[in-house]
Each structure stands twice: as structure tokens, then as C-alpha cells.
Nanobody
């Protein structure tokens, strides 16, 4: 599966932004999708993940309550809705995919993902 993240941009603190991850290839519904981000000078960190079926999600504590995640398997897309953005959310955001046996399973933090897309840059000004 090939992934492409898009939707990034420059926003002000408190604004919202919606990132999308578009996938090509077959069997998109067999992959759980994760979002990660890497800020300048920092290591890549987990942001959120969604199960194959879309019914289960997990979020990093730093974004919990502000970010939501959804997917449309018919359109091979996953959307990350980011609300109440903060300057510390500034980073390049990446989506990644991993095969999961169960439709309801969400990859635990630290799980190894198999496929990665190109990132999209998000800048939040104060």
C-alpha cells in the first residue's frame, strides 16, 4: 500500500486543521493506520491510530481531547481532525499503515508500522 498525507499548512494557535491520508493499492481495510509527527530537532512521536474497521482509536496524551480520527474504507482515506492547535503541535505529520489481523485492534504505542507516506507540514503560530 502507498500512502500520501496532505492538508498541512500554517495556522494560528486555537485554529483547526484537517489532515488526510490517502492510500492506493488493494486491501486498505486490512491495515490499521497511524499518525506520527516529527518536530524540528526532535524524534518522531506517535500521535494517533485507528483500527482497520475504524471503530477503535488511540491518541497520545498530548493530543487527547483535541484530535479525532476517522476513516472511510470505501474511499481509502483516513482523516485526522486537529482542533485547538497549539504551537507545540508544529511538526511534519506522517501517516503509516500496518496489517492487523483483527478489525477492532489498534496498534499499541511503539508498534512497528510497515508502510509510511510522505509527510505534510503543520505550523502553528502563537
Amino acid at each position: 500500500v502507498q500512502l500520501q498525507a496532505f492538508g498541512g499548512g500554517l495556522v494560528q494557535a486555537g485554529d483547526s486543521l484537517r489532515l488526510s491520508c490517502a492510500a492506493s493499492g488493494q486491501r486498505f481495510s486490512t491495515y490499521a493506520i497511524g499518525w506520527f509527527r516529527q518536530a524540528p530537532g526532535k524524534e518522531r512521536e506517535f500521535v494517533a491510530a485507528i483500527s482497520r474497521g475504524g471503530g477503535s482509536t488511540s491518541f497520545a496524551d498530548s493530543v487527547k481531547g483535541r484530535f479525532t480520527l476517522s476513516r472511510d474504507n470505501a474511499k481509502n482515506t483516513v482523516s485526522l481532525q486537529m482542533n485547538s492547535l497549539k504551537p507545540e503541535d508544529t511538526a511534519v505529520y506522517y501517516c503509516a499503515a500496518v496489517l492487523m489481523r483483527l478489525p477492532s485492534s489498534v496498534p499499541p504505542m511503539g508498534f512497528q508500522y510497515d508502510y509510511w507516506g510522505q509527510g505534510t507540514e503543520v505550523t502553528v503560530s502563537s
